[in-house]
């Protein structure tokens, strides 16, 4: 089974920044999409930034202007730079991997907290 190993959350004070990282675990073939969404407690899990094979990118509203998704597709690695963090983007982050004809990988999620 496919792990993706997420890293790079922490504390950072707002207007701060992080990078989140996820590798997985061994080759995954046939991706169509690489990305991260994000869960606050009692929110529902919301897109934050999603990149297709081809490099077509999506991002969720709270954070577009702010967070950049980048990949390397050599080794199927997501990146997401995160500038300007606020508290509102206190959340668990999870990276999420889309697999033609298969469906959906998940990370474990990774915690970000952004202090005031």
């Known amino acids: 089974q496919v792990q993706l190993v997420e890293s790079g959350g922490g504390l950072v004070q707002a207007g701060g920044s992080l990078r989140l990282s996820c590798t997985p675990s061994?080759?995954?073939?046939?991706?169509?999409?690489m990305g991260w969404y994000r869960q606050a407690p009692e929110k529902q899990r919301e897109l934050v930034a999603q990149?297709?094979?081809?490099?077509?990118?999506n991002y969720g509203s709270p954070v577009k202007g702010r967070f950049t998704i980048s990949r390397d597709n050599t080794k199927n690695t997501v990146y997401v730079q995160m500038n300007s963090l606020k508290p509102e983007d206190t959340a668990v982050y999870y990276c999420n991997a889309v697999i033609d004809g298969i469906g959906d990988y998940w990370g474990q999620g990774t915690q970000v907290t952004v202090s005031s």
């Open positions: 990149i297709t094979i081809g490099g077509r990118t």
């Open positions: 061994r080759s995954i073939f046939s991706i169509y999409a």
